[in-house]
T-cell receptor, first 113, second 115 residues
Framework: AQTVTQSQPEMSVQEAETVTLSCTYD???????LFWYKQPPSRQMILVIR??????QNATENRFSVNFQKAAKSFSLKISDSQLGDAAMYFC??????????FGTGTSLTVIP | GAGVSQSPSNKVTEKGKDVELRCDPI?????LYWYRQRLGQGLEFLIY????????KSGLPSDRFSAERTGESVSTLTIQRTQQEDSAVYLC?????????????FGPGTRLTVL
């Protein structure tokens, strides 16, 4: 069964600094997608970044980048130049089918001014 | 509409009552998902609709839970004889085709409290 683990319930970062959120997953599939979603207090989940497992190059979206280690089944999110608006819950997610998605338990990120 | 909408935003009910939660997906999106998010937990997949195909109900936790979707529009999630452990935020999402490459767009959720 696929599982997604986020071992950091809470993280904090100083404004303008860099923070890395960790995620590991378990799967026997070779082709799949990994995601990071952001959930602010408004509860609206927003896709931050997506990584295709067959692509070796790490995905990047502006200040957000991932470190995808397929052999280690690790998928961490790096937020550079942290901003106050980055404060939210961050969820790591996995799918290999497009219809069933598996989410981690989330990391609450606090940005300190 | 511009995004996925859900109603009500909050629902308080008594144990044993039935509740109905509504989701309006983005117009034109053929795929629709329901998730449950318990306090301090990640999202738990409940059910998936794709066009006119039979829904994937494998995530529904019990036969008290059911969901319907009218064509490619509104969906309702019904919980019968609610229990306190049903208290959670119920999130709906839609995507263009339900393809693995599609982005899911989430609604703001319905917070259900069962007393």
């Amino acid at each position: 069964a696929q599982t997604v683990t986020q071992s950091q319930p809470e993280m904090s970062v100083q404004e303008a600094e860099t923070v890395t959120l960790s995620c590991t997953y378990d799967t026997s599939e070779s082709d799949y997608y990994l995601f990071w979603y952001k959930q602010p207090p408004s509860r609206q989940m927003i896709l931050v970044i997506r990584q295709e497992a067959y692509k070796q190059q790490n995905a990047t979206e502006n200040r957000f980048s991932v470190n995808f280690q397929k052999a280690a089944k690790s998928f961490s999110l790096k937020i550079s130049d942290s901003q106050l608006g980055d404060a939210a819950m961050y969820f790591c997610a996995y799918t290999n089918t497009g219809n069933q998605f598996y989410f981690g338990t989330g990391t609450s990120l606090t940005v300190i001014p | 509409g511009a995004g996925v909408s859900q109603s009500p935003s909050n629902k308080v009910t008594e144990k044993g009552k039935d509740v109905e939660l509504r989701c309006d997906p983005i117009s034109g999106h053929t795929a629709l998902y329901w998730y449950r998010q318990r306090l301090g937990q990640g999202l738990e997949f409940l059910i998936y609709f794709q066009g006119n195909s039979a829904p994937d109900k494998s995530g529904l936790p019990s036969d008290r839970f059911s969901a319907e979707r009218t064509g490619e529009s509104v969906s309702t999630l019904t919980i019968q004889r609610t229990q306190q452990e049903d208290s959670a935020v119920y999130l709906c999402a839609s995507s263009e085709r339900g393809s693995i490459t599609d982005t899911q767009y989430f609604g703001p959720g319905t917070r259900l409290t069962v007393l």
